[in-house]
């Protein structure tokens, strides 16, 4: 039976019930994420950037790895130049030649052909590294002078294999600000998930794994291959049923990083972490699955009723998505981007619409000059 006008208006109740349901749990567990942890330890650590063509944006995130506080005998920064064809591997050279932590590693391609792109650069610096943690981030990112001990000192037992951080966006336009909202709702959602024991994701410019973990799971070349390494990884090591996640809401591991430029910038970037996202497991697949179909709802009650008809399920989204990023926002002290909350919201549905039937009908990504299907 077709649906009739008042069957599609009892759906958008439904499923507005079971979003403020959802996020309103998500928001207890973004607002409940803080660990234990032990200072006492430190850490041998090797982390890790791959720089593919960064010549414009490189200089900030090597300072900021230069400025670390973490003691040197400890630590090692292997910077990966893959196959730049700008000047990217003479900058980071000049920051070998100057600070002994640093470490330049020119990626080659992967002679099995098992892994490729950013994959194969990451797994060809860890497979030199020698640190017991492994700490990752993306060369146009700032890392804090406290990053490393912020980080590891979650590794207070023997069962946390990942540690997650928060990263923020420039936020100086409508467009960046709507992007670092975007940000923060991703991260308070992974955050939130790991709080409430049910890992979904995490993302690779803030990320760590203990080396042990990373064995465990046979590494980049025993995971299936994902145009999103971060998220295999992730859910690799903490499919295994031995190891825990913490994504911690600290201000002492919050990464700072560039927005997209421009909106063909943007489409490539969802399109890739969707294509990624698509080889979710089931139970993450119907999380996100309740979302889709509650602004699904939400549009085609708009056409079929009217503004009105909307109001009232839209701002309860405005609201439930207001409690999701608050804790972040406070914490990290961005409490300014609640000013674009509303556009944010009209973006954030429209993505939510489109990309599922683009990624569906077209795996294609094309990502730092390189295409993968």
Request: hydrophobic share 45%; aromatic share 14%; glycine share 4%.
């Given at each position: ?16 019930i079971l979003y403020v349901v959802q996020i309103t749990i998500f928001a207890v567990g973004s607002h409940n994420a803080h660990y234990a ?82 994959t194969n650069a990451v797994a060809q610096a860890i497979d030199v590294s020698s640190g017991e943690i492994l700490l990752f981030t993306d ?235």
């Amino acid at each position: 039976m077709p649906f009739t006008h008042p069957m599609l208006f009892d759906l958008l109740l439904l499923f507005t019930i079971l979003y403020v349901v959802q996020i309103t749990i998500f928001a207890v567990g973004s607002h409940n994420a803080h660990y234990a942890h032990d200072r006492s330890r430190q850490w041998n650590v090797s982390i890790i950037v791959a720089a593919r063509n960064e010549e414009e944006v490189i200089r900030p995130c090597l300072d900021s790895l230069a400025q670390l506080t973490y003691p040197q005998e400890k630590l090692e920064i292997i910077i990966v130049n893959d196959r730049s064809t700008d000047r990217t591997a003479g900058i980071i050279q000049e920051y070998v030649d100057r600070f002994p932590t640093f470490r330049l590693l020119n990626a080659v391609e992967d002679a099995a052909a098992v892994i490729k792109g950013k994959t194969n650069a990451v797994a060809q610096a860890i497979d030199v590294s020698s640190g017991e943690i492994l700490l990752f981030t993306d060369a146009d990112c700032v890392v804090p002078k406290q990053w490393v001990e912020e980080t590891v000192k979650y590794y207070n037992d023997d069962s946390v294999g990942v540690v997650a951080g928060y990263t923020s966006l420039r936020s100086k336009t409508l467009f960046e600000a709507i992007q670092a909202l975007d940000w923060f709702v991703l991260f308070s959602i992974a955050s939130a998930t790991i709080r409430l024991h049910f890992p979904v994701t995490a993302v690779g410019n803030n990320l760590s794994v203990r080396r042990k973990a990373y064995d465990a799971v046979g590494g980049y070349r025993k995971i299936p291959f994902s145009i999103t390494e971060d998220y295999a990884l992730f859910h690799a090591v903490t499919s295994v049923g031995k190891y825990k996640a913490r994504f911690p809401l600290d201000d002492g591991t919050l990464v700072q990083s560039l927005p997209c430029e421009d909106w063909k910038s943007l489409y490539r970037q969802k399109k890739r972490w969707l294509t990624g996202g698509a080889d979710m497991d089931f139970k993450s697949i119907s999380l996100f699955a309740v979302g889709f179909a509650f602004k699904l709802l939400l549009m085609l009650n708009f056409f079929a009723f009217g503004f009105l008809a909307v109001v009232l399920p839209f701002a309860l989204k405005c609201l439930s998505d207001f409690l999701l990023v608050r804790p972040a926002l406070r914490t990290f002290r961005k409490q300014h981007l609640l000013l674009y909350l509303l556009p944010f919201e009209v973006y954030y549905i429209a993505y939510v619409l489109l990309f599922p039937p683009i990624v569906l009908l077209n795996r294609k990504v094309h990502w730092k000059d390189r295409k993968f299907a």
